[in-house]
């Protein structure tokens, strides 16, 4: 439960700001890596976020002219550092933090923040477990590894891939997604070849290895769920083994792992909710456009998330008409919002339902799959 002091102090430091000037700032808290493994994924939601708070205040805030503050702290992809960064938020009386990027500090965070019974907005965790263990104050606007393990197989299908390889991380993202994956594509005439589950990082060595065991196996593809440096590690081993395969990701990639990949990222396909920097919904262009402007770079998929993550909780609160945890919960179970990375309405769950659309790697660039496939490259997805 949330403590009836700082309920207490939080009210008269309003009243007190009403009586006294202009309206008391909303404070909402972050919680995003921006430092380990998932710092790759937590720089463009923290950027994608700030961008849309500074608009919003910009704007005139919420509720009448009050201005959101936006206090963020650096996860660092682990649990004990944010567990203890969200107690200090919650401490303050934050009514919800945004965060955190990844699945298994959120199942971390889940049973805190139900506790305290503060919003818990996630912009990139996706583990089917969220969906049962996230409680009634969990919300995420990235969807579910259900939906992309799903499309992976069915591409597999599609493709007539009899033997197939996983390759994954041992957390809840990676074997979340993986069992996903192997569940929807085992068929009589459809088998994983070969599954390797690794912790921790995987060095030169490893990827070698399970580079040499992929070409053993004469799996015809390998679909790795793990974070950006894994994956080029073991992409790069793939290519350094002369291993003919085709390669397949989760929506984990980034403009990140192309560059430290290099070559051996040409031709991986792999799912990615519908947002299209070249869409030309105005709403669309002008997030560019201002991102471009800010960062000098275009946003990706997670600065796209991060930024409605902050615009649909800005909504929320508007609608909620008081900064205030059940009001606001209750205001999001009903939002329907159209951000820039797809629609957004929740479920009961917390869950937002997008369906993930197919990509791939083409001469360096992140290309929808159909661009790739009509190319010459695209004829078949084993060709290297």
């Not at 005139?60 to 649990?79: K, S």
């Not at 499309?151 to 033997?163: I, K």
């Not at 770079?297 to 008409?321: M, N, Q, R, S, W």
Request: hydrophobic fraction near 45%; aromatic fraction near 8%; glycine fraction near 8%.
């Amino acid at each position: 439960m949330r403590s009836p002091g700082l309920m207490t102090t939080a009210v008269v430091g309003l009243l007190l700001a009403a009586a006294c000037g202009p309206p008391a700032p909303i404070h909402i808290g972050g919680l995003i890596p921006e430092s380990g493994a998932a710092a790759v994924y937590g720089r463009p939601i923290k950027r994608g976020i700030e961008l849309a708070i500074d608009e919003i205040n910009e704007a005139g805030g919420v509720l009448g002219g009050r201005r959101i503050e936006f206090e963020c702290h650096d996860t660092a992809t682990n649990g004990d550092v944010a567990e203890a960064a969200a107690h200090e938020l919650l401490e303050k009386g934050v009514p919800a933090v945004i965060g955190p990027a990844t699945s298994s500090v959120a199942l971390r965070l889940v049973p805190i923040f139900n506790e305290h019974e503060t919003i818990l907005l996630s912009p990139a965790a996706s583990s089917p477990t969220l969906t049962k263990e996230g409680g009634d104050w969990f919300f995420r606007v990235y969807p579910s590894d259900i939906g992309e393990g799903y499309r992976m197989a069915t591409f597999c299908r599609d493709m007539v891939l009899s033997r197939v390889a996983v390759v994954a991380v041992k957390d809840s993202f990676g074997q979340g997604v993986a069992d996903v994956f192997a569940e929807h594509y085992k068929a009589p005439t459809r088998r994983i070849v070969y599954r390797a589950d690794f912790e921790g990082s995987l060095d030169e060595a490893s990827a070698r290895r399970i580079a040499r065991e992929l070409a053993k196996s004469r799996a015809e593809a390998v679909y790795i769920a793990a974070y950006v440096d894994d994956m080029a590690a073991l992409l790069r081993a793939i290519e350094k083994e002369k291993v003919k395969i085709a390669r397949l990701a989760t929506s984990a990639v980034t403009r990140d792992l192309i560059e430290a990949a290099e070559t051996a990222a040409e031709g991986l396909v792999f799912p990615q909710t519908g947002f299209d920097p070249g869409a030309k919904d105005p709403a669309v262009q002008r997030f560019v456009e201002a991102y471009r402007n800010r960062y000098g770079e275009d946003p990706d998929t997670f600065a796209a998330h991060g930024y409605d993550a902050a615009k649909v909780l800005a909504a929320a609160i508007e609608a909620a008409k008081l900064p205030a945890p059940t009001q606001i919960r209750s205001a999001l179970l009903n939002i329907e919002y159209q951000g820039v990375s797809g629609r957004i309405d929740f479920d009961l769950n917390g869950d937002v339902i997008q369906q993930p659309k197919l990509y791939a790697v083409y001469n360096g660039e992140i290309v929808p799959y159909e661009k790739f496939r009509e190319a010459e490259l695209g004829r078949s997805i084993l060709a290297r």
